[in-house]
DNA sequence: TATTGTTATACTCTATAACTATA
DNA sequence: TATAGTTATAGAGTATAACAATA
């Protein structure tokens, strides 16, 4: 076990403080291509399953629907995203990905592989996996 | 593996998101008590480590030294620390837990333990325990 | 000159409230 | 009435710049 009161770094309060320090971290990174860690989380995930509502697409990302205008405005005005109209119902507007912005992803997530071997530095290799993996689990369960 | 393209959900990009809903999650349960994450993680370190100055606090904890005076200033107004002088060094105070700091430390975090198992749903018993591992290893890799 | 602690300020992320339009 | 999208605003958390006191 530990040679320290386990209950004081529960997994609560470490995976909120290492959250906090990842998420500097890929900030930076981020930036380095001009570009949010929120913008790079809309990228992904209509990478992933593609054209989305903005009420879905705000769900997918653990983000509030209000808080993601901004971030689409943002991506659209950068032609990375097109906000279309749905034909068979008024209110919503479906958020796609350009090809300017697939490409954008592609890019990113590849230059994005290298930078983080520093931030693990303290895992093996297999560790590293195993902690994907049940990050992976763990961010599933809470976004659907 | 992953019927998904694994580079797309990269840990640092895993860890950035999911830490920021463990940090709300977080947040609100420290809200309950009246406690910020700041000012918890503060008495966290104090309380393993014994006084600190407070830049080693910071550092302690992976947050700006200047972003601390205000955190440090609301726990000593409600005499949950105590900063002294140092009389061998009179550019340092002296951070260090009072006894109602250190009573309130041990309530909080038998609290939290009780706390975190929604957030940890997915995952059984043995893999929080690998992940609470692998969380701890790489969070000390970043404060020393 | 370097270090400790501090203040002021700005920027990002998130949350609260209220609104428009469509269903 | 419920839902999709939007705006305005306020609050944390963090970062940049500059400063006083001490080493």
Same mark, same amino acid.
């Given at each position: 076990?530990?040679?320290?009161?386990?209950?004081?770094?529960?997994?609560?309060?470490?995976?909120?403080?290492? %959250?906090?320090?990842?998420? *500097?971290?890929?900030?930076?990174?981020?930036?380095?291509?001009?570009?949010?860690?929120?913008?790079?989380?809309?990228?992904?995930?209509?990478?992933?399953?593609?054209?989305?509502?903005?009420?879905?697409?705000?769900?997918?990302?653990?983000?509030?629907?209000?808080?993601?205008?901004?971030?689409?405005?943002?991506?659209?005005?950068?032609?990375?995203v %097109?906000?279309?109209?749905?034909?068979?119902?008024? *209110?919503?507007?479906?958020v796609?990905?350009?090809?300017?912005?697939?490409?954008?992803?592609?890019?990113?997530?590849?230059?994005?592989?290298?930078?983080?071997?520093?931030?693990? *530095?303290?895992?093996?290799?297999?560790?590293?996996?195993?902690?994907t993996?049940?990050?992976?689990?763990?961010?599933?369960?809470?976004?659907?």
């Open positions: 076990m530990s040679d320290r009161p386990a209950y004081e770094r529960g997994t609560g309060f470490l995976l909120s403080r290492l %959250g906090s320090l990842a998420a *500097r971290s890929w900030a930076a990174f981020l930036a380095e291509h001009e570009v949010s860690p929120g913008q790079y989380a809309v990228l992904v995930v209509l990478n992933e399953q593609g054209p989305l509502g903005q009420v879905s697409l705000a769900r997918s990302i653990a983000v509030d629907a209000r808080n993601l205008v901004a971030v689409l405005d943002s991506l659209s005005e950068r032609g990375l %097109g906000r279309a109209a749905d034909p068979a119902d008024g *209110r919503r507007r479906v796609s990905l350009t090809p300017a912005g697939k490409s954008l992803v592609d890019d990113l997530a590849t230059a994005a592989a290298r930078g983080q071997d520093d931030f693990l *530095r303290a895992l093996g290799t297999r560790d590293r996996d195993r902690f993996d049940l990050l992976r689990r763990v961010y599933d369960s809470h976004t659907g």
